[in-house]
């Protein structure tokens, strides 16, 4: 049998130019490597501008970012922080690093967002705060949401990871909650390797999130000359990124717009080419969630089951195509049974995460590559392999 062999990784970091003349600056001109330095302070800049936030952190990953978050917010332990079970592990482990329960609730099967009719029912006295999950770059229905919080005086931190530039009624996601976690690991839209930023929007958090960063120290205002001498004044840690890792980061930021414009021209081929398998109600293409401008951060698509996915998922993988799946469930994984626990049955989250898979999707990928990808698929669904039924 003859088909054609793709090399069709699923995901590529990628430069875009600027990267080491950045770098390079950072070094020989700057002389400044150690973090919060002349290009960490360039990207927090640039966040709070594009974004509208009212202060930007780097941190040095998107998990960082959310550790900060935890400890900035007072998190205790026997504290409740209800969250989606269909996320990142790091969702989940910053609050259970201050010994904070992770309280599951089910998504909704149209954006696999946490569903915002679900979280009175899992509010309890011990309920602190919420962290929604804006899956794929598609806004949770964030006014339910802060509703919600407002009433029953709960903190929200977001995690943006996916998010970066995605917006929910014009609003950029991240600056919406109390605090707003992002990504810039290597498999994010924006990306420095190992990076994130956490963005703060409510002003009596921001002097002591800068204190938290830097070890429990106030350095920062001394480094601004408000102080003569810096001492131990909380806890904290180191949560900085070098300042070569933010240079590498400030390229990429600049040219932020038209590489999130070239993954959504992806994610549109992608719709385009599998909308004939969807109308055949052979798969299921991603929903747009209401009042939000996506950021083609990923593209899935949702088989019919589980081994159907595992033959679809082999089938690329022979053509040369790679293809993953994520998350397992928080709520049925050895640690989230140990320190967490479920608000209800997750139906809707033990079934769609037993059927969804992602296609590659990177910014140097061609249309031709989207097309080979689209083509397979289709393949496997009308070429007799897997059979119409
Ligand atoms: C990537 C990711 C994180 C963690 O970010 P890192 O930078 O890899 O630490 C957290 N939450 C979600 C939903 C993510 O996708």
């Given at each position: 049998m003859t088909q054609r062999q793709h090399n069709i990784p699923?995901?590529?970091?990628?430069?875009?130019?600027?990267?080491?003349?950045?770098?390079?600056?950072?070094?020989?001109?700057?002389?400044?490597?150690?973090?919060?330095?002349?290009?960490?302070r360039a990207c927090e800049?640039?966040?709070e501008a594009a974004l509208g936030a009212r202060?930007?952190?780097?941190?040095h990953s998107g998990t960082a970012a959310l550790e900060m978050a935890a400890l900035l917010l007072n998190v205790q332990p026997g504290d409740e922080v209800i969250m989606p079970s269909f996320t990142f592990v790091s969702t989940a482990n910053a609050f259970v690093l201050?010994?904070?329960?992770p309280v599951f609730v089910d998504i909704r099967p149209d954006t696999l967002n946490m569903d915002e009719t679900l979280l009175t029912g899992a509010i309890t006295p011990r309920t602190k705060g919420m962290a929604p999950v804006h899956y794929a770059g598609e806004a949770c229905a964030m006014d339910a949401i802060l509703r919600t919080a407002r009433i029953n005086g709960l903190w929200v931190v977001e995690d943006a990871a996916h998010a970066l530039l995605a917006t929910y009624d014009g609003r950029?996601?991240?600056?919406?909650g109390d605090l707003g976690c992002l990504s810039f690991h290597e498999t994010k839209n924006i990306i420095c390797g190992e990076g994130g930023a956490l963005l703060i929007n409510s002003e009596t958090l921001a002097e002591r999130a800068e204190i938290i960063r830097e070890k429990g120290t106030d350095r920062k205002k001394f480094a601004r000359g408000e102080i003569d001498k810096y001492t131990w004044v909380d806890i904290g840690s180191s949560f900085l990124p070098g300042d070569m890792?933010?240079?590498?980061?400030?390229?990429?930021?600049?040219?932020?717009?038209?590489?999130?414009?070239?993954?959504c021209k992806l994610l549109a081929r992608y719709d385009e080419l599998l909308t004939p398998l969807e109308t055949e109600g052979l798969i299921r293409l991603p929903r747009r969630s209401e009042n939000s401008v996506c950021n083609g951060h990923l593209y899935y698509i949702l088989t019919r089951s589980p081994d159907e996915r595992s033959r679809l998922i082999r089938f690329l993988k022979d053509r040369g195509i790679m293809a993953v799946f994520h998350y397992v469930p928080l709520h049925s994984s050895p640690a989230g049974l140990r320190y967490g626990r479920c608000a209800g049955d997750l139906t809707v989250t033990e079934?769609?995460?037993?059927?969804?898979?992602?296609?590659p999707l990177f910014f140097e990928m061609s249309d031709d590559d989207v097309r080979a990808v689209a083509t397979s698929v289709t393949e496997f669904y009308l070429g007799g392999t897997a059979g119409r039924r």
């Amino acid at each position: 049998m003859t088909q054609r062999q793709h090399n069709i990784p699923f995901n590529k970091p990628f430069i875009v130019g600027k990267e080491l003349y950045h770098i390079a600056r950072a070094v020989i001109e700057n002389r400044h490597l150690a973090g919060d330095g002349p290009y960490t302070r360039a990207c927090e800049q640039w966040l709070e501008a594009a974004l509208g936030a009212r202060r930007a952190l780097l941190t040095h990953s998107g998990t960082a970012a959310l550790e900060m978050a935890a400890l900035l917010l007072n998190v205790q332990p026997g504290d409740e922080v209800i969250m989606p079970s269909f996320t990142f592990v790091s969702t989940a482990n910053a609050f259970v690093l201050r010994g904070a329960v992770p309280v599951f609730v089910d998504i909704r099967p149209d954006t696999l967002n946490m569903d915002e009719t679900l979280l009175t029912g899992a509010i309890t006295p011990r309920t602190k705060g919420m962290a929604p999950v804006h899956y794929a770059g598609e806004a949770c229905a964030m006014d339910a949401i802060l509703r919600t919080a407002r009433i029953n005086g709960l903190w929200v931190v977001e995690d943006a990871a996916h998010a970066l530039l995605a917006t929910y009624d014009g609003r950029y996601l991240g600056t919406l909650g109390d605090l707003g976690c992002l990504s810039f690991h290597e498999t994010k839209n924006i990306i420095c390797g190992e990076g994130g930023a956490l963005l703060i929007n409510s002003e009596t958090l921001a002097e002591r999130a800068e204190i938290i960063r830097e070890k429990g120290t106030d350095r920062k205002k001394f480094a601004r000359g408000e102080i003569d001498k810096y001492t131990w004044v909380d806890i904290g840690s180191s949560f900085l990124p070098g300042d070569m890792v933010a240079a590498f980061l400030y390229a990429q930021l600049e040219q932020a717009h038209a590489i999130i414009q070239a993954r959504c021209k992806l994610l549109a081929r992608y719709d385009e080419l599998l909308t004939p398998l969807e109308t055949e109600g052979l798969i299921r293409l991603p929903r747009r969630s209401e009042n939000s401008v996506c950021n083609g951060h990923l593209y899935y698509i949702l088989t019919r089951s589980p081994d159907e996915r595992s033959r679809l998922i082999r089938f690329l993988k022979d053509r040369g195509i790679m293809a993953v799946f994520h998350y397992v469930p928080l709520h049925s994984s050895p640690a989230g049974l140990r320190y967490g626990r479920c608000a209800g049955d997750l139906t809707v989250t033990e079934d769609l995460s037993g059927r969804l898979l992602r296609l590659p999707l990177f910014f140097e990928m061609s249309d031709d590559d989207v097309r080979a990808v689209a083509t397979s698929v289709t393949e496997f669904y009308l070429g007799g392999t897997a059979g119409r039924r």
